[in-house]
């Protein structure tokens, strides 16, 4: 299995966070634990991650040019970041920054990408020989 790209990380970590603020707050979820419906979504979020074609320069999802979801997964994740977004700057500071700071990312869409460039980001080759 390759390794998950650091940016990965901290977006799986993010939305988990995310969707447990939400979660507590909207359904009879405890603080550690997810009610069916979001801990399903949740899945759902991690599967999508698994499959994302950006490595470590990753955008946020929501400035995502290809945004992988489901409309109806679309609308649901923007309804649980638009909740959760504020709120974690209060509970989990560190990590709504990097957040912010990862929104201003801009992403070319992988089909603008070279097949050498999406290979590397895949971890699949290593970077290119210097010439000269
Ligand atoms: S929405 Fe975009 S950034 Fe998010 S997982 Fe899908 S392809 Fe990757
Ligand atoms: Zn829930």
Request: glycine share 4%.
């Given at each position: 299995?390759?390794?998950?790209?650091?940016?990965?990380?901290?977006e799986?970590?993010?939305?988990?966070?995310?969707?447990?603020?939400?979660c507590?707050?909207?359904?009879?979820?405890?603080?550690?634990?997810?009610?069916a419906?979001?801990?399903?979504?949740q899945?759902?979020?991690?599967?999508?991650?698994?499959?994302?074609?950006?490595?470590?320069?990753?955008?946020t999802c929501?400035?995502?040019?290809?945004h992988?979801?489901?409309?109806?997964?679309?609308e649901?994740?923007?309804?649980i970041?638009?909740?959760?977004?504020?709120?974690?700057?209060?509970?989990?500071?560190?990590?709504?920054i990097?957040?912010q700071?990862?929104?201003?990312?801009?992403?070319?869409?992988?089909?603008?990408?070279?097949?050498?460039?999406?290979?590397?980001?895949?971890?699949?080759?290593?970077?290119?020989?210097p010439r000269?």
């Amino acid at each position: 299995m390759r390794q998950e790209h650091k940016r990965l990380q901290r977006e799986r970590r993010t939305v988990a966070v995310m969707i447990g603020i939400y979660c507590a707050d909207h359904h009879a979820a405890t603080a550690d634990s997810l009610c069916a419906s979001c801990q399903e979504f949740q899945e759902y979020a991690d599967r999508r991650l698994e499959k994302c074609p950006y490595g470590d320069d990753k955008p946020t999802c929501a400035n995502c040019p290809v945004h992988c979801y489901k409309p109806a997964r679309r609308e649901q994740v923007k309804r649980i970041m638009r909740y959760a977004g504020p709120r974690m700057l209060l509970k989990h500071p560190v990590l709504a920054i990097r957040h912010q700071l990862d929104g201003l990312r801009k992403a070319m869409h992988p089909k603008s990408l070279s097949r050498d460039q999406r290979l590397q980001k895949a971890g699949k080759t290593p970077p290119a020989e210097p010439r000269g």
